[in-house]
């Protein structure tokens, strides 16, 4: 299953921000690959998480 979290906050410590990394945290103990920013996925979309 491919995720897709857009975060757009100017503040990376603000509660929004909080709740990105709760969820990232939460796709990659579940087994999701996280990829690194600027890496093209297969659908050759960017993704930068």
Known sequence: MN???????????SFNGAKKDLAVEAFAAAGH??????????????RNV
């Open 33 to 46: 690959e996280r990829l690194k920013p600027g890496v093209l996925a297969r659908s050759g979309v960017q």
């Open 3 to 13: 995720t897709l979290i857009v975060h757009a906050h100017p503040e990376p410590k």
